[in-house]
Each structure stands twice: as structure tokens, then as C-alpha cells.
């Protein structure tokens, strides 16, 4: 009897359970990527799609292509997505398909971009635009132009160097320098500043028609969308490059205006024609920018877009209303795709914008090799690279995975890659092993440094480093930031006796765990040494066996508040070496993340992978322009933290400090660079005392002699 009733109860659970699954999958899964300020929405409008009356429901995408990754995997049903993101979605073989797009007005595709002349300029043909004057919309105004379109014009008919002298950035620069009588073309050419002075001092032709040619920056009055169209009517220039909306506004040649265009302009076209301003009603187009698109999973695309054309805006508080608010971004008309479409379809209609995806660079290509560590290290570089890829960013990256971070320095050392990001901890091996040096750094708020803190229990009669001679020491690795920091202070204070250093450590400390060390090293550096003792967490749990732990102050507040950690230690039980007194109480501090390069690489090449991923830090990190995020540099990857870059980066820079206004002391680099070759202190006094017995010798036998 039991066991018939048992079956029943599992027959009654599984159909519940099957109509359950049943519901929700009658649900629509929407992801919404929130933005910044106004449009932060998803606190606000998810929870009104959670009601029981709604018939979708919401999930949170880190970034737009998160949300792409997420149709792929099955876990949501459709997202919004700009033009560039479908373009990533086909070049990562992503199949979706498109149900409506979003559009502001009437316009078949977001906007067009034209070339216009000044007709005096005897401009007949793009074959006439050799030794002419360029006014371009400059660089720095990425939510409307991605370098893609801004340098359409330019990569249609300059013919593009690729001289192994320069950067790739440079070559096209050059490029245009050489082609172009004079131009303006304002605002960072590249995103460090110092390059980028010197580059527009070695070719100030390029800024020369520019109100202000000596700063051709953005605050210029030929920067910016209408900036060309000013710098051409103000007769500076013979060929301007513009969105076509901006041009109907700046001509007057909008339905209703009063002021008609004058004479005297043309459009240029492609096909070596041109066509006058005045009264044209269909100007000839170089390249269109679609429509954002809602993409939807194959299986369910004619159900979303169905579903999308159903709703209808009704009440604010009402769960329709709380789905259109999250998926428009300004007042949009959502116009359905009849049928809904493939990708290929959709771009193959908008002129010019599949063939700016698709110039190619230098032959051969150039590449910045990245080494990666892990799978979802290499699969978020691999989004990295298309998403790079299709904002125009130059030269392209290739993603490698090795199976640790010693392969990495390896491959890099033996010119089979050319960089890798990892911690302070591997810097010293990477420099000393490997001849490696820094090319950038993740830059980070004070709070979030690795601030290298001398830790002991709360009882400790210790006071000082130097009172810490014979105690149990325990490190999270050898030749780490934590190592090396302990060992330039003891140095600089004359603690060391013995020579090489870790005879001199091995001498200072007692029995100790210093995972990693050299196989040869002093067995006492290894005795307190367990499996769970390596890394940051590993020397607190050392600590509850020693007397003293080594390792960043972040980690030890975290310790004991991570869930993960088996340890039953408290905080109250421990304490940082002299952080109730005023002096520093810290032996060093470094960015939590290091770009590191061959010394070998060549300067070209170390400017061309800094460009690269200075490009890609103003793209999507912390101040992406776009209204939502299109990649995240910065934050969680498929739900894992610290993938690739560390989540709380806040800037890539080529130097230590996250601003410049930053003067904290013993920057871990300067450390590094400062520490001498070993000399133990009793062998110092011996040399001294060996010195002085022989001076006496001979101070004898010269008055005997």
C-alpha cells in the first residue's frame, strides 16, 4: 500500500511540475541590460513583470552581448540590439533572428552619410579628392559614429600604407596626411594623450583647417557632427563628410523650411558622379546605419514578434507598460520585420554597411596575441576580440589558451604570444625569468590597491617587522609582491645575515610556508607548508598555526566575511602590525592587474597593443558612451568575477595610478627596480674587519721595513 502511494504521490508531483514548466514557458524571457542614470530601469520595471498577469518575464544581462549570449544558450527569449551587436553575432556564429526594429522616425535606417563639396572646388569624382581640403566630424563622439563610419571616406579611397615602422594607427594617419592637402579632423586620435600630441605635431596638416588648429580637440567649432558642414560653408574646405539629416538641417532643406540649400554644393557619390544640393530629393548615399533590431531565438521569433505587435500601452502600472519602458530607450515606434529576418538579409539592405565591416587592414595582418589562463578567460577574450572588431578597432586581437600563467610568460618570452594580464604577484618572475615588463595597468580606486599589510594575532607582543626575528611566517607565494616587499624592507634595515636571499629569510624566520619556492631552498621556509595554504586566503589559514601572515589588506577584511571559507577564524582575532598608529602601515602597494610584454617587442608594436586596448577601456569600460553597455571590460562573465580584468578595475593606464593626483608611497614597481643584489650584514661587517687587519698588516711592515 505504501508503494502505490508512493507512485501517486510522484505522479501528482510530476504533472504539477510539468505544468509548471508548462507556464513558464509560455512566459517570454526578456534581457534587459540597464544603463546609467535615467536609464537604470530594471529595479523599477522587472518587478512589475514579475505579476501573475504578465506574460513575460525579466532577466538582467551584464552588457548587450551577454544578452546575445544568453538567446544562444536558450535562457531568454529576445533582447534589443544595435546593428554592431548582430554583426558580433554573426561573426560568433550566433543564430538569432530579427523581429521588429526600433526606430525614432519615419526614416528607413537610423541615418545615411553623405559626402558634400564645395563645387568650386573642381571636385568631379571621389578620383578628384587628391591634394583637397578634408573637413571630417573628428574623433571622441562614439555614441553616433564608431570608427568604422567616421573613416568610411577615407578607407574607400586612400590608399592605406603599411609601413613596418609604424603603428597601424599611425599608418592610416599617415595615410590620410599624405592623400589630403590640409583637413580637420579634431579630437583624440588616439586615447593616449601624449602620443596623441605628438602624432598631430608630425602631422599638423590634418588639423590645420581647424578653428583652432594648435588644440584640435573636441571643444573645436569643426568638431562634431555639424562641424564639417560649418568648416565647408565657412570655406575652409572642399569635401566634407556628414550625416544626411545633419546636412538637410544645416542646407535648410527640411519638409517645411524657409531657407532652401544655396548653390554652389553637391553631393559626391560613389559611382564617380556628383548631383547638386538644391532640390534633390534622393542624395546619393556612401553607407547607412541600420535600425536597433529585437533579436529573438529561432523557435520563438515569429511568437515574439507576434507577441511584440499585441501590445498595447495601457496604464503606467501595468506590466505592457513596464516592458516598454524597459526595452525603448527614447519614444520609439516598434515596426515589425515582415517576415522576421536573418541577419545577412537585414544588413545585406543597408548599403555600405556590411563592406565598412569588412576593409582590410596590413598584409600581413597584424595581431596582438593574447595569452589566457582558463576557458571562460579565452571565451570573454574571444567577445572582446568581435566586439573590438566591428567599433573599428586596430590592429586585431587573437586569443591563446595555455594551460597556467608560467606557460603564458613562457609563450610570450619565446615570441609565441605577445601579452598577458596577471597579478603583482607574477611580476617579479615575469621581469627576472622571463624578461617581461609592464605595458599597462589595471588602474583601481585606493580601496581596492593591493596594499601589502604585516598580519598577527591579536595577543602578538610583535611591534614592528624588525621584532620578528624566529617568528612563523607565513607567504601566499614565492617571489610575490608580499615576498619581495618583506625582503626590500628587512634589506634596507641590515636584518638579513646570510646571502642569497633566501638563506637571509630562512635565517630571519622561523619555521614558515613560502608555497612555490625553488627546490633547493631551505626546508624550513617549507615546514609549515599544507595543500591549503597557497594564495591570500591560504595564509590566514597558515596563520591559525604561525605567527605572523603576509598579504593584501583587501583579502584579509574579505576572509572572514567569505561564505566559502571553511575556517571558523574571526576578525577580532587578528590584527595589522601597527594600524592603530599613525605611520604608514603598509610595506607596499601595486595595481591589482599587469599587462606584461617582452622587453623585446619593439616600440611600434608595444604602441600598437597599448593603443589597442586604451581603445577598447573607452569602448566598454567604465564610460562607454552608448546608452547601454555593448561589452563589459569590467565586471561578471557568464555569471564567474574577475574574468580576464578584475571586476573592480576602473581604467587601463600606462602608469600605476588611477589618477594622477594619486601620491601614495611605495609603489611596487619602485620596489622592484630598487632592490640590490644580496648583502647579508654580517658579511658586510666581516669584509669591513678583513679591510682593516690587512691595512695594519702593511701599516707593519712599512715601518719595519
Given at each position: 500500500?505504501?508503494?502505490?502511494?508512493?507512485?501517486?504521490?510522484?505522479?501528482?508531483?510530476?504533472?504539477?511540475?510539468?505544468?509548471?514548466?508548462?507556464?513558464?514557458?509560455?512566459?517570454?524571457?526578456?534581457?534587459?541590460?540597464?544603463?546609467?542614470?535615467?536609464?537604470?530601469?530594471?529595479?523599477?520595471?522587472?518587478?512589475?513583470?514579475?505579476?501573475?498577469?504578465?506574460?513575460?518575464?525579466?532577466?538582467?544581462?551584464?552588457?548587450?552581448?551577454?544578452?546575445?549570449?544568453?538567446?544562444?544558450?536558450?535562457?531568454?527569449?529576445?533582447?534589443?540590439?544595435?546593428?554592431?551587436?548582430?554583426?558580433?553575432?554573426?561573426?560568433?556564429?550566433?543564430?538569432?533572428?530579427?523581429?521588429?526594429?526600433?526606430?525614432?522616425?519615419?526614416?528607413?535606417?537610423?541615418?545615411?552619410?553623405?559626402?558634400?563639396?564645395?563645387?568650386?572646388?573642381?571636385?568631379?569624382?571621389?578620383?578628384?579628392?587628391?591634394?583637397?581640403?578634408?573637413?571630417?566630424?573628428?574623433?571622441?563622439?562614439?555614441?553616433?559614429?564608431?570608427?568604422?563610419?567616421?573613416?568610411?571616406?577615407?578607407?574607400?579611397?586612400?590608399?592605406?600604407?603599411?609601413?613596418?615602422?609604424?603603428?597601424?594607427?599611425?599608418?592610416?594617419?599617415?595615410?590620410?596626411?599624405?592623400?589630403?592637402?590640409?583637413?580637420?579632423?579634431?579630437?583624440?586620435?588616439?586615447?593616449?594623450?601624449?602620443?596623441?600630441?605628438?602624432?598631430?605635431?608630425?602631422?599638423?596638416?590634418?588639423?590645420?583647417?581647424?578653428?583652432?588648429?594648435?588644440?584640435?580637440?573636441?571643444?573645436?567649432?569643426?568638431?562634431?557632427?555639424?562641424?564639417?558642414?560649418?568648416?565647408?560653408?565657412?570655406?575652409?574646405?572642399?569635401?566634407?563628410?556628414?550625416?544626411?539629416?545633419?546636412?538637410?538641417?544645416?542646407?535648410?532643406?527640411?519638409?517645411?523650411?524657409?531657407?532652401?540649400?544655396?548653390?554652389?554644393?553637391?553631393?559626391?557619390?560613389?559611382?564617380?558622379?556628383?548631383?547638386?544640393?538644391?532640390?534633390?530629393?534622393?542624395?546619393?548615399?556612401?553607407?547607412?546605419?541600420?535600425?536597433?533590431?529585437?533579436?529573438?531565438?529561432?523557435?520563438?521569433?515569429?511568437?515574439?514578434?507576434?507577441?511584440?505587435?499585441?501590445?498595447?500601452?495601457?496604464?503606467?502600472?501595468?506590466?505592457?507598460?513596464?516592458?516598454?519602458?524597459?526595452?525603448?530607450?527614447?519614444?520609439?515606434?516598434?515596426?515589425?520585420?515582415?517576415?522576421?529576418?536573418?541577419?545577412?538579409?537585414?544588413?545585406?539592405?543597408?548599403?555600405?554597411?556590411?563592406?565598412?565591416?569588412?576593409?582590410?587592414?596590413?598584409?600581413?595582418?597584424?595581431?596582438?596575441?593574447?595569452?589566457?589562463?582558463?576557458?571562460?578567460?579565452?571565451?570573454?577574450?574571444a567577445w572582446m576580440r568581435e566586439a573590438a572588431t566591428v567599433y573599428g578597432v586596430e590592429p586585431d586581437?587573437?586569443?591563446?589558451?595555455?594551460?597556467?600563467?608560467?606557460?603564458?610568460?613562457?609563450?610570450?618570452?619565446?615570441?609565441?604570444?605577445?601579452?598577458?594580464?596577471?597579478?603583482?604577484?607574477?611580476?617579479?618572475?615575469?621581469?627576472?625569468?622571463?624578461?617581461?615588463?609592464?605595458?599597462?595597468?589595471?588602474?583601481?580606486?585606493?580601496?581596492?590597491?593591493?596594499?601589502?599589510?604585516?598580519?598577527?594575532?591579536?595577543?602578538?607582543?610583535?611591534?614592528?617587522?624588525?621584532?620578528?626575528?624566529?617568528?612563523?611566517?607565513?607567504?601566499?607565494?614565492?617571489?610575490?609582491?608580499?615576498?619581495?616587499?618583506?625582503?626590500?624592507?628587512?634589506?634596507?634595515?641590515?636584518?638579513?645575515?646570510?646571502?642569497?636571499?633566501?638563506?637571509?629569510?630562512?635565517?630571519?624566520?622561523?619555521?614558515?610556508?613560502?608555497?612555490?619556492?625553488?627546490?633547493?631552498?631551505?626546508?624550513?621556509?617549507?615546514?609549515?607548508?599544507?595543500?591549503?595554504?597557497?594564495?591570500?586566503?591560504?595564509?590566514?589559514?597558515?596563520?591559525?598555526?604561525?605567527?605572523?601572515?603576509?598579504?593584501?589588506?583587501?583579502?584579509?577584511?574579505?576572509?572572514?566575511?567569505?561564505?566559502?571559507?571553511?575556517?571558523?577564524?574571526?576578525?577580532?582575532?587578528?590584527?595589522?602590525?601597527?594600524?592603530?598608529?599613525?605611520?604608514?602601515?603598509?610595506?607596499?602597494?601595486?595595481?591589482?592587474?599587469?599587462?606584461?610584454?617582452?622587453?623585446?617587442?619593439?616600440?611600434?608594436?608595444?604602441?600598437?597593443?597599448?593603443?589597442?586596448?586604451?581603445?577598447?577601456?573607452?569602448?566598454?569600460?567604465?564610460?562607454?558612451?552608448?546608452?547601454?553597455?555593448?561589452?563589459?571590460?569590467?565586471?561578471?562573465?557568464?555569471?564567474?568575477?574577475?574574468?580576464?580584468?578584475?571586476?573592480?578595475?576602473?581604467?587601463?593606464?600606462?602608469?600605476?595610478?588611477?589618477?594622477?593626483?594619486?601620491?601614495?608611497?611605495?609603489?611596487?614597481?619602485?620596489?622592484?627596480?630598487?632592490?640590490?643584489?644580496?648583502?647579508?650584514?654580517?658579511?658586510?661587517?666581516?669584509?669591513?674587519?678583513?679591510?682593516?687587519?690587512?691595512?695594519?698588516?702593511?701599516?707593519?711592515?712599512?715601518?719595519?721595513?
Amino acid at each position: 500500500m505504501k508503494r502505490v502511494s508512493n507512485v501517486v504521490c510522484f505522479v501528482v508531483l510530476h504533472t504539477f511540475l510539468v505544468l509548471q514548466h508548462a507556464e513558464c514557458l509560455d512566459k517570454f524571457r526578456v534581457c534587459v541590460v540597464d544603463g546609467r542614470g535615467g536609464f537604470k530601469r530594471a529595479a523599477r520595471y522587472c518587478p512589475t513583470l514579475d505579476k501573475a498577469d504578465s506574460k513575460v518575464e525579466c532577466v538582467v544581462g551584464m552588457d548587450r552581448l551577454d544578452c546575445l549570449r544568453k538567446i544562444s544558450k536558450g535562457i531568454v527569449d529576445f533582447s534589443v540590439f544595435s546593428p554592431e551587436d548582430i554583426v558580433t553575432a554573426t561573426n560568433s556564429e550566433v543564430e538569432v533572428l530579427l523581429t521588429n526594429e526600433m526606430r525614432y522616425s519615419q526614416e528607413k535606417y537610423e541615418y545615411e552619410v553623405v559626402a558634400v563639396i564645395n563645387d568650386e572646388s573642381g571636385i568631379k569624382s571621389k578620383h578628384d579628392l587628391r591634394n583637397k581640403n578634408f573637413c571630417h566630424p573628428g574623433y571622441g563622439y562614439e555614441t553616433d559614429w564608431t570608427d568604422i563610419l567616421a573613416n568610411f571616406l577615407e578607407a574607400s579611397i586612400v590608399p592605406q600604407t603599411c609601413n613596418t615602422k609604424l603603428t597601424i594607427t599611425e599608418n592610416r594617419i599617415s595615410a590620410t596626411s599624405n592623400y589630403f592637402k590640409q583637413a580637420c579632423k579634431a579630437g583624440p586620435w588616439v586615447n593616449d594623450p601624449i602620443l596623441d600630441a605628438e602624432l598631430k605635431t608630425k602631422y599638423p596638416n590634418l588639423c590645420a583647417l581647424c578653428h583652432n588648429p594648435n588644440r584640435c580637440s573636441t571643444n573645436d567649432k569643426y568638431w562634431g557632427r555639424r562641424g564639417p558642414l560649418f568648416c565647408l560653408t565657412d570655406g575652409y574646405g572642399d569635401v566634407s563628410w556628414a550625416r544626411l539629416d545633419d546636412v538637410k538641417i544645416h542646407f535648410g532643406i527640411t519638409p517645411g523650411a524657409k531657407i532652401m540649400a544655396p548653390d554652389g554644393y553637391s553631393f559626391l557619390c560613389q559611382d564617380g558622379t556628383t548631383m547638386p544640393v538644391r532640390g534633390n530629393e534622393k542624395p546619393c548615399v556612401w553607407v547607412v546605419k541600420p535600425w536597433p533590431v529585437i533579436a529573438a531565438r529561432r523557435k520563438r521569433a515569429q511568437e515574439v514578434q507576434d507577441f511584440i505587435n499585441s501590445i498595447n500601452q495601457h496604464d503606467p502600472e501595468m506590466w505592457e507598460s513596464a516592458l516598454l519602458s524597459l526595452i525603448e530607450t527614447f519614444k520609439q515606434e516598434i515596426t515589425p520585420l515582415r517576415p522576421v529576418e536573418p541577419i545577412e538579409s537585414f544588413l545585406n539592405n543597408a548599403p555600405g554597411f556590411l563592406s565598412a565591416n569588412s576593409f582590410t587592414g596590413c598584409h600581413p595582418p597584424r595581431t596582438v596575441r593574447v595569452c589566457t589562463t582558463t576557458n571562460v578567460a579565452n571565451a570573454k577574450c574571444a567577445w572582446m576580440r568581435e566586439a573590438a572588431t566591428v567599433y573599428g578597432v586596430e590592429p586585431d586581437l587573437d586569443c591563446l589558451r595555455a594551460a597556467n600563467i608560467t606557460h603564458c610568460m613562457q609563450a610570450i618570452s619565446n615570441g609565441a604570444a605577445d601579452l598577458v594580464i596577471t597579478s603583482a604577484d607574477h611580476v617579479a618572475t615575469a621581469q627576472k625569468k622571463y624578461n617581461l615588463t609592464t605595458l599597462f595597468y589595471e588602474t583601481v580606486t585606493n580601496d581596492n590597491k593591493y596594499i601589502t599589510v604585516t598580519v598577527v594575532k591579536s595577543g602578538s607582543s610583535y611591534k614592528t617587522l624588525s621584532d620578528l626575528r624566529g617568528a612563523k611566517a607565513c607567504f601566499p607565494k614565492y617571489d610575490g609582491i608580499a615576498w619581495n616587499s618583506v625582503l626590500k624592507y628587512l634589506s634596507d634595515e641590515h636584518l638579513l645575515d646570510s646571502c642569497p636571499y633566501e638563506a637571509g629569510m630562512a635565517e630571519f624566520f622561523g619555521d614558515s610556508c613560502v608555497p612555490d619556492l625553488p627546490k633547493n631552498s631551505s626546508k624550513s621556509l617549507k615546514a609549515l607548508c599544507q595543500d591549503y595554504h597557497e594564495g591570500e586566503y591560504g595564509v590566514l589559514r597558515c596563520l591559525e598555526h604561525a605567527d605572523v601572515a603576509f598579504l593584501s589588506k583587501n583579502s584579509f577584511e574579505k576572509y572572514f566575511k567569505d561564505p566559502k571559507e571553511i575556517s571558523n577564524a574571526k576578525r577580532e582575532s587578528f590584527k595589522v602590525l601597527c594600524e592603530n598608529e599613525k605611520d604608514d602601515c603598509y610595506l607596499s602597494w601595486a595595481p591589482i592587474g599587469h599587462a606584461m610584454v617582452s622587453k623585446n617587442l619593439s616600440d611600434m608594436a608595444k604602441n600598437d597593443a597599448l593603443d589597442v586596448f586604451l581603445q577598447l577601456d573607452n569602448l566598454f569600460g567604465r564610460n562607454y558612451k552608448s546608452v547601454t553597455a555593448p561589452f563589459s571590460l569590467y565586471g561578471s562573465f557568464d555569471g564567474q568575477n574577475n574574468v580576464l580584468f578584475h571586476d573592480a578595475t576602473q581604467k587601463l593606464r600606462n602608469v600605476p595610478v588611477y589618477k594622477n593626483t594619486d601620491m601614495m608611497k611605495k609603489e611596487y614597481n619602485s620596489i622592484l627596480s630598487s632592490l640590490k643584489e644580496c648583502e647579508a650584514a654580517g658579511g658586510a661587517n666581516r669584509s669591513t674587519a678583513i679591510s682593516i687587519s690587512l691595512m695594519l698588516v702593511l701599516s707593519v711592515l712599512l715601518v719595519f721595513r
